[in-house]
């Protein structure tokens, strides 16, 4: 794992997020995936609907636009038609729980043995990405001995350069 990456995920702290109200809120802490895309300058938030409100951090390509309302240039590739790709990944590094199922009463079992499986197994950080997901942009959390420089075309910062050490 690169030095960047490496200082991003010890950057996330547990922090608590809602859905709907603050009954239904959460306290988790932002997976980071190992892989990057493109260039890797930018960062992105990945959910899947039966994960959320929790999310994953993928450093992504600063050429991507991400369907946000901020004017990329029009030939820029979309997140969208880099998402299999970037779901790929995390299904890779975390799991997916495509191969449980819930029985009749919400416990997770095994599709081919039905055998039960413990709860955490099929739980965030594991993708479930049964029902689709939503990306957005993050900011770049501040990083000891990084330097970011404005995004071309959004609000959010990007990696100013990357030295041979951190990729």
């Known amino acids: 794992m690169d030095a ?8 996330q702290k547990p922090i608590t997020r809602c859905l709907w109200t603050e009954a239904d809120a959460i306290t988790f802490t932002p997976s980071v995936l190992e ?3 493109g260039d890797g300058l930018a960062l992105f938030a990945v959910t899947t609907i039966n994960n959320r409100p929790a999310y994953w951090i993928v450093r992504g390509c600063s050429t991507w636009s991400a369907g946000d309302g901020y004017r990329a240039p029009d ?5 969208g038609d ?3 790709e970037v779901l790929t990944a995390l ?4 799991g997916s729980t495509s191969c449980y199922e819930r ?8 599709q081919e043995t039905k055998k039960f499986i413990p709860q955490d197994w099929a739980e965030y950080p594991t993708v479930n990405d049964e029902c689709g ?5 993050l900011d770049w959390p501040d990083l000891e001995g990084v330097t970011f420089a404005p995004h071309p075309f ?3 910062r990007i990696l100013a350069a990357i030295n041979n050490g951190g990729r």
Do not use: V
Request: charged share 30%; glycine share 2%.
């Open 103 to 110: 029985n009749r009463n919400g416990i997770w079992i095994d």
């Open 133 to 137: 997901c939503s990306w957005w942009r």
């Open 4 to 11: 960047i990456t490496q200082q991003l995920r010890a950057a």
């Open 35 to 37: 892989q990057t895309f």
């Open 75 to 79: 030939d820029a590739p979309e997140f």
């Open 82 to 84: 880099m998402f299999d």
């Open 154 to 156: 959004a609000k959010y």
């Open 91 to 94: 299904e890779d590094e975390f």
